[in-house]
């Protein structure tokens, strides 16, 4: 099951993305990587993504395509269930029938929050949203369809990439707009987590001794959002002042996970979210990083 044993060709489906921008660059030093977004492939087009795979040939297929968003995800819940749950379903099948090793990203919305604890690999889903639902079917449809699979469960994430959508970068670019104030909900906890870290993580698990399986990736600790706001405009050196506000001051279509941090029970603990924000925003701002070459050691 290791890449290295057999062969170096992976297909990056969704490379526009945040974890596909830090997956490209993590593998891309010895690897061929072949990075595909919307513009190139309709992942809904299940025909054309079998089409993509045959004609690729790929070694591993890393699979970041996702329909995010409680929202979205509430009102299109067939696209939800097409994108979330079919399309790995499918990738699966491939990878069973092709010999590939298939790469599949999760979420920490597969859970309630409800046990009010960090949760591990052994913790049972319990989705209150399509998009914890769709996204938890994936998982069960992946581990049914091949053996030859690594399934990643992310918290909430930040880092680098073209698409500025989700909260994280949405919130800098404001505050670097000027913005002088933001409000961020103090009542959702998570283990914020830099992208490029689980990125350099996945290729480490995939190309070491780790078993293919489940695994809960995140950097260490936990915080709510607005701590994490106010750490990111801390490193940057924004004003921008960040006021606590409670997640149902944003209304949303369906019930929220309000407390989810992932642990690992099978990976070592990578850097604290802290020296993760550090690193970004170093990395944003054109410094250095504050900690050596700073990846997660296994
Ligand atoms: N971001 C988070 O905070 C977070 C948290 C937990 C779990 N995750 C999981 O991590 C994975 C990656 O998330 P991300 O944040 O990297 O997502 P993202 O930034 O929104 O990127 C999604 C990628 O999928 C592509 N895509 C979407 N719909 C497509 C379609 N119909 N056909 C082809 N490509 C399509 C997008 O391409 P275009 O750019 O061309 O649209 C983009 O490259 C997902 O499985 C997600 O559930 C993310």
Request: hydrophobic share 40%.
């Amino acid at each position: 099951m290791r890449i290295s044993a057999l062969g170096r060709r992976v297909l990056l489906l969704g490379h526009t993305g945040k974890m596909g921008t830090a997956l490209a660059e993590a593998f891309a030093d010895d690897h061929e990587v072949v990075g595909v977004g919307s513009r190139d492939v309709d992942a809904a087009d299940f025909p054309a993504v079998a089409a993509l795979v045959e004609r690729t040939e790929p070694d591993l297929v890393v699979n970041t395509v996702a329909r995010l968003g409680i929202d979205a995800c509430e009102r299109e819940p067939s696209l939800a269930m097409k994108i979330n749950a079919m399309l790995p379903r499918l990738l699966g099948r491939l990878a069973s029938e092709r010999g590939f090793t298939l790469v599949h990203f999760s979420t920490e919305c597969v859970f309630s929050g409800r046990k009010r604890e960090p949760l591990a690999e052994g913790d049972e889903p319990d989705p209150v949203n399509i998009y914890g639902y769709s996204k938890f079917a994936g998982d069960l449809a992946v581990r049914d369809a091949t053996e030859r699979h690594y399934i990643f469960r992310l918290p909430v994430l930040f880092g680098e990439g073209p698409k500025r959508g989700q909260l994280v970068e949405r919130m800098i670019d404001r505050a670097e707009a000027g913005e002088a104030e933001l409000r961020i909900a103090d009542d959702i906890v998570t283990s914020p987590t830099y992208a490029l870290d689980a990125a350099h993580t996945v290729r480490s698990v995939v190309e070491g001794d780790s078993r293919p399986g489940l695994y809960h990736l995140a950097n260490h600790g936990q915080a709510s959002l607005h701590e994490l706001m106010r750490e990111m405009m801390a490193n940057l050196g924004l004003r921008t002042r960040v006021h606590r506000a409670s997640y149902r001051d944003f209304p949303s279509l369906a019930e929220k996970n309000s407390f989810t941090p992932l642990r690992s029970g099978k990976l070592a603990p990578l850097r604290s979210w802290r020296d993760a924000t550090a690193a970004y925003c170093a990395r944003r701002v054109g410094a250095p990083p504050p900690v050596a070459e700073s990846h997660p050691a296994l």
